[in-house]
């Protein structure tokens, strides 16, 4: 059973900075592309950053210049970085991943909090 598990997340200031982590097991991880997603209350989830097995990264453009994703397969960790947080970004951020046949697997989410 793949496991995907977050962290990192936390309450923090407009301005401010946090580094997400989502550490994957039991999958060869460095063939699969990540995403990260995120769901506000009351909101549909949403796309957030994703990055391919080859490194090739894509952003939603509400994010785009600010948040970072990257991926370290030695470790079977992604990160996302997130830097000049809004308290618009208030959300559970979740780790998604993908398989090249397709399948999906999801992390239990870590809640981010930007207060004003």
């Known amino acids: 059973q793949v496991q995907l598990v977050e962290s990192g997340g936390g309450l923090v200031q407009a301005g401010g900075s946090l580094r997400l982590s989502c550490a994957a097991s039991?999958?060869?991880?460095?063939?699969?592309?990540v995403g990260w997603y995120r769901q506000a209350p009351g909101k549909q989830r949403e796309f957030v950053a994703g990055?391919?097995?080859?490194?090739?990264?894509n952003y939603s453009e509400s994010v785009k210049g600010r948040f970072t994703i990257s991926r370290d397969n030695a470790k079977n960790t992604a990160y996302l970085q997130m830097n000049s947080l809004k308290p618009e970004d208030t959300a559970v951020y979740y780790c998604?991943?993908?398989?090249?046949?397709?399948?999906?697997?999801w992390g239990q989410g870590t809640q981010v909090t930007v207060s004003s």
């Open positions: 998604n991943l993908v398989s090249p046949s397709g399948s999906r697997y």
């Open positions: 039991r999958i060869i991880f460095s063939i699969n592309y």
């Open positions: 990055i391919t097995s080859r490194v090739s990264t």
